[in-house]
Each structure stands twice: as structure tokens, then as C-alpha cells.
């Protein structure tokens, strides 16, 4: 395959490489000691092709981006689950327009159990796959947690009492489901652009959060999203007048979910879209009735992990939040919820945590805990005084990392003169695409790449293998490669090798000086190639005497379909562009 010209069609809006030598100190230290023992560390390090089968199920149109991670990336820290802060993704990716990943990528040889991370509404925070026979397959993981802790410091009790709009089965859904109903891609998509995982929900959306009936209505509601460790359960109420005049005693809570939290994996378990109709209590008759009344106002209650599966009851939980702030135990912030609408898609969210550290509890505030959305009949009896999001659909930017050491024959066309000084070099790259995606386009293609920026560094096999280095304590600002995640396997001899890592330059803490010049920042007349090749030339004096150096580049062109760029991974892609 002739990789040189695979890209000879691409308009370069900008071109820049930048060359520095990493003459810190702490570089000056790692590329100077005794490597000689280790150069065949280098080539005993292979790669191994793995085909992944990787499908969300979301709407047409809903491009998923993930993280891929040799272990499992997510931990629990006081009930609440986050990522770990010492860990980095092997690659990172984004499904085509189905929800599906069905590519080959070359992964570390060592690698065995995959797990994959998403912070996306609307699709399982974490995946697990094993690659078996060059095949990688997920399913959904169920995060477990321990509660003795919390449970022996919080209690359990039944002193507020409920009532149900019907029954449920063991895995909490109810039996009392009335439809189905759809979410565009469009929806999700701004959702998760205004919500993202683990950053406080914007104030705006937190100024109504109870829904007001402005005309007799039929009132249903479907889960949208659960991204919690717990099992919630979702109750509501009705009230009229100015809720500041309403006792929290005397409110009668309704369960709307028994367990608000969508179940993927079994099919009796409740899916995204099930709606539930809401029944109206009516303080006169006692009775519950399909139409909420003009004037009426419905109100949120969290039980925060209410919900036993062992014996399918609902209890107090470890606390009760509720839509209108003033009834929350915090003493400072109180908001619970959101209220917002994506073109009259009307939806609600819930932190169900506390805003405030609580029996060493503490929430982060996103809002997106569980999200549910709310519809009626006739479909405008609540669009009273409820905030729009932005719309999301349409072009949008992601990024892909992938990292890689590599052999410098492998990625480019080398001079014929002094093989003996071109063949020894390597080159370890960070590569990060641009894409372009859209939810208009084909929905079987993975986007275009817009941008691309590598990070490249070029040594001979002695420096290479001394900058492969333990992590020292406290010494985060020499790291340039991870050794633990580099094993050694033995392969064939006559395999091409490929080394990856988790970490490459991102670690570096070298003053880097631009050299640009009025040539640098023209239109390009050569190869990305033969322009690498010039700065190694120009810097081997630093190479020779074992002394790493560093390229960056920078490129801006039209949308290239991905395909174009498949047979490549992984990086680095600059020496394939050419103008």
C-alpha cells in the first residue's frame, strides 16, 4: 500500500513543525545512562491487531466518544463514582453515526481485559470486553460498592410513608408502564453538551424546577438517564398556590420508579423511553385521578438509594432530596435539580448526593445522576417558564489520541546513506486528530479529520530505551514514557514491532522556543516527510551524542474521511500528508 500519496488530495490551510532539543536536565539525565544492556528491549515489545465489536444503543445520529483503558478506569470515593486520576486511556475513539465501533486497532501484546469509558448521556458509563482470538466484544459492567459504612451511619427506617401507581417485579420496574417513547439523537446530544459528567450544572437551569400545569393535562414520564452508583427511587407530588405555603408533611409522595435506573443488560429490567403515566392525588376525594387540574404544580422526591433489591421495598434511603431547595438538609447550597426543554422535550435532573459533605458524603453537583423526562396531553399544557438548552445537532469537534513508539523505518522512506545511523532511530509519537462529525452525514462513517497535531520525539535505540523509565515518586516532571505499561513479549523475529504507551510527551517540562520563519509558515511545497527528515539532519549532532529531540507538528486541512486515515493507526499520520 503506497501510505505516501494516500492523502495527496488534502488542502493545507496551515502547516507548522517545530523542532526543539530537549536539553532539560532531567532529559539530559534519562538519555544519558547505562542503556547499552537494554537495546533489545526495544524490539522484544510487539503489538497486536484487535478487532473491536463495540455497538451503544442509542438513536440514529449519536455519535458516542469513548476511552479505552487496560483496567477498570472508575473507583468509588465516598458513594460517588469517579475517575481514577493516575490513569491513562491506550487510545481514545468516537462510534460512527449508528453507535457502533467495529474497527481494527493494533493494541499493547500484554493486553487482555478491555475496558471502556464513556461520560455520555444516555449510554452505560463503563464496558467490559476481553479480546479473544483477536476479537474484542462488550457488555455493560455493574459497578459494585460497599455501603455497611454509610448504612451503619445514616440508618434505615420507614417514617415516610408512600403511594404506588401499581407494582414491580425484582429488577424494580414497573408493571404499570403505558408506552415507549423516542428520543432523537438531537435531544441526547444537547443534553450532553450541557450537562457534562462531573462538572456542576449551570445555574440558569436550576431557577423552576417543579412543573406547572397550565391547562387539565395527562401527565407521563420516561427515564432518560441514570449514571449513578445507587438505586434511586423517584416520587412526586402535586400541589397549588405558592409551594413557600406548603407543609413538607402534609405532601403526599407518589412513586413514579421504585428503582430509577435503566437496566440494559436483562430484558425485564427498565429500558430508556418507558413512560409511566402520573396520576393526580386529590386532596378531596383521597382518590388518584389521570388528570392533573389547571393550576396544579408537580413536585420532585429523591430517595437516594431507597430502593432494596433483595426484598423489592422502598425505604427512607440514605437521604431524601426534593425539587424545591428550601426542604434539602444542606446549609448552604439546597438545588437538587434541573429543569430544561430541547424544542419542548421537557426534561428533569437530580444530584443525589449532597452539596455539602454529609456523613462523609459529597456529591459533584452534575445534575445527571438520573434524568427523566416529562410529556403531557395536550403536549403544551407545560411549556410554563422552563429554560432551553442549546441546540446540539449539527457539526460538532472531537479528538482521538493515539500513542505509539515505533521503529523510524517503519513510519517514513529513509535516505540510503549511512544506514547505519538511520536505522537505528525510533520515534515515539502522540498523535491527536481533529474530527469533524456530523449527525446529517452517512451514518456508517466514523467523521472527517480536520486537524492534526503530533508530538514526536526521535532518538537512536540507546536513548530510546533509557527514556523507557520507572516513574519515580515526586518525579513526575522527568516522566516521558511508563515502563509499567510497556512489557516485554517475546514475537517472531521477522514481526514488524510497535511499542505503545499510555503517556509520551505529556509529562515533558521543557521551555519549548518556536522556530518559525516567513518558510515555515508558507504553503508547503515538499512532503511532511522530507521536512521531518530535514530537522533530524539538522539535529544530529544532539542525536549522536544520545541526546533526544523533539518535533511538533501542527496541521489544519479540508475533511479527510477517516477511511483514509484506517490502514494507518497508529500514528504518525503527518509524514502521510503531502499537499
Not at 440508618?155 to 404499570?176: H, Q
Not at 422526591?301 to 433489591?309: E, I, K, Q, W
Not at 399544557?381 to 489520541?401: M, Q
Not at 505503545?500 to 522556530?515: D, L, N, P, S, Y
Request: glycine share 6%.
Amino acid at each position: 500500500m503506497n501510505t505516501k500519496c494516500i492523502l495527496q488530495n488534502s488542502l493545507w490551510n496551515l502547516v507548522l513543525l517545530l523542532l526543539v532539543s530537549c536539553s532539560d536536565t532531567d532529559l539530559k539525565e534519562i538519555g544519558t545512562g547505562d542503556s547499552y544492556g537494554r537495546q533489545n528491549a526495544i524490539a522484544e515489545i510487539g503489538a497486536q491487531p484487535v478487532m473491536f465489536n463495540l455497538k451503544y444503543d442509542v438513536p440514529d445520529g449519536y455519535r458516542v466518544s469513548f476511552e479505552v483503558y487496560g483496567e477498570n478506569p472508575l473507583e468509588t470515593q465516598g458513594g460517588l463514582l469517579v475517575k481514577k486520576s493516575n490513569l491513562s486511556p491506550i487510545f481514545t475513539g468516537i462510534t460512527n453515526g449508528r453507535g457502533e465501533y467495529m474497527l481494527s486497532r493494533l493494541l499493547p501484546e500484554q493486553a487482555g481485559d478491555l475496558y471502556v469509558y464513556s461520560s455520555y448521556i444516555g449510554v452505560p458509563s463503563l464496558l467490559y470486553g476481553r479480546i479473544a482470538n483477536g476479537t474484542a466484544d462488550f457488555k455493560e459492567v455493574e459497578q459494585s460498592r460497599d455501603d455497611a459504612e454509610t448504612k451503619a451511619l445514616l440508618g434505615w427506617s420507614d417514617n415516610f410513608p408512600y403511594l404506588k401507581l401499581g407494582g414491580w417485579n425484582s429488577l424494580g420496574k414497573p408493571d404499570y408502564i403505558t408506552k415507549k417513547e423516542d428520543v432523537s439523537s438531537s435531544i441526547l446530544k444537547a443534553i450532553n453538551q450541557a450537562f457534562p459528567e462531573w462538572k456542576s450544572a449551570a445555574p440558569e437551569y436550576r431557577k423552576r424546577t417543579d412543573i406547572y400545569v397550565q391547562k387539565d393535562a395527562q401527565i407521563w414520564v420516561s427515564m432518560l438517564h441514570s449514571g449513578s452508583l445507587f438505586d434511586n427511587v423517584l416520587g412526586y407530588f402535586s400541589y397549588k398556590g405558592d409551594i413557600k405555603d406548603v407543609d413538607p408533611a402534609s405532601i403526599k409522595e407518589i412513586i413514579a420508579f421504585p428503582r430509577a435506573s435503566i437496566v440494559r443488560l436483562l430484558s425485564s429490567g427498565l429500558k430508556a423511553g418507558e413512560a409511566v403515566q402520573l396520576k393526580y392525588y386529590n386532596p378531596e376525594t383521597g382518590r388518584l385521578e389521570n388528570t392533573f387540574p389547571q393550576g396544579t404544580s408537580i413536585g420532585w422526591v429523591l430517595r437516594s438509594d431507597g430502593y432494596n433489591l433483595l426484598n423489592r421495598t422502598i425505604s427512607d434511603g440514605k437521604f431524601r432530596f426534593y425539587s424545591y431547595p428550601e426542604w434539602n438538609p444542606e446549609s448552604g447550597n439546597k438545588s437538587h435539580t434541573v429543569l430544561f426543554k430541547k424544542d419542548n422535550f421537557v426534561v428533569v435532573g437530580f444530584e443525589d448526593l449532597p452539596n455539602e459533605r454529609i456523613n462523609l458524603l459529597k456529591g459533584d453537583g452534575d445534575c445527571n445522576d438520573l434524568m427523566f423526562h416529562v410529556s403531557s396531553y395536550p403536549a403544551d399544557a407545560i411549556t410554563y417558564d422552563i429554560p432551553e438548552i442549546p441546540d446540539g445537532s449539527g457539526a460538532t469537534e472531537e479528538t482521538e489520541d493515539v500513542d505509539a513508539i515505533q521503529q523510524l523505518s517503519e513510519v517514513m522512506d529513509l535516505p540510503s546513506d549511512d544506514p547505519d545511523f538511520w536505522n537505528d532511530l525510533w520515534i515515539a509519537s502522540k498523535s491527536t486528530l481533529n474530527w469533524n462529525v456530523s449527525d446529517q452525514e452517512n451514518l456508517d462513517s466514523y467523521g472527517s479529520i480536520v486537524g492534526l497535531k503530533e508530538e514526536l520525539i526521535v532518538a537512536n535505540s540507546r536513548t530510546m530505551n533509557s527514556l523507557i523509565v520507572e516513574q519515580p515518586v515526586n518525579a513526575a516532571s522527568s516522566r516521558i514514557f511508563v515502563k509499567t505499561t510497556i512489557r516485554r513479549t517475546k514475537t517472531a523475529t521477522t514481526e514488524k514491532k510497535r511499542i505503545f504507551v499510555k503517556t509520551t510527551v505529556r509529562g515533558m517540562t521543557v521551555e519549548v522556543e518556536m522556530e518559525v520563519d516567513a518558510y515555515a509558515m508558507s504553503i508547503r511545497k515538499n512532503t511532511a516527510n522530507e521536512e521531518i527528515l530535514r530537522k533530524i539532519l539538522s539535529s544530529r549532532g544532539k542525536i549522536d551524542a544520545n541526546e533526544p529531540i523533539r518535533i511538533t507538528v501542527e496541521m489544519e486541512f479540508d475533511p479527510i474521511p477517516w477511511e483514509q486515515f484506517e490502514d494507518l493507526v497508529p500514528g504518525p499520520y503527518s509524514p502521510h500528508i503531502v499537499e
